[in-house]
């Protein structure tokens, strides 16, 4: 019996099932998507920076973490594409890239029920 014969689905639903399941190459990149969220001092960044682009001093004074780690992780989420830079100066500020990273947040607040 193939595996066909043991499929208990009808074909409208094998065909939407085959047509919209997202291909490998989407896959890859929504786990890089989700990987941004999957942190909670990168949570707490998202955030604050959906509230006002902030440079590294001001992340970390009003979210009390270390410099080094508030640097390490912009540069992750920068490489994510999760955030943007602003240069004044010597200054860099960091902001959401996209508002639809403050949406994806929002959601999970909404889907935990808060």
Known sequence: M??????????????LVSNYV??????????GFFTVFADCTR?????????????VTDLSLVLNINQTTVSHQLRLL???GAVATRRS?????Y???NELISD???????????
């Not at 997202?22 to 786990?31: A, G, N, S, W």
């Not at 949570?43 to 440079?55: G, H, P, Q, R, W």
């Not at 100066?89 to 500020?93: A, E, H, S, Y």
């Open 89 to 93: 100066g010597k200054i860099v500020f």
């Open 95 to 97: 902001s959401l890239k």
């Open 43 to 55: 949570l707490k960044m998202l955030s604050a920076l959906s509230i006002s682009e902030m440079c």
């Open 22 to 31: 997202p291909t490998d190459e989407i896959m890859e990149q929504l786990v």
């Open 78 to 80: 920068k490489n994510l």
């Open 2 to 15: 193939t595996q066909q014969n043991l499929l208990l689905l009808d074909k409208r639903t094998q065909s």
């Open 104 to 114: 994806v947040l929002l959601k999970g607040i909404e889907f935990l029920g808060y």
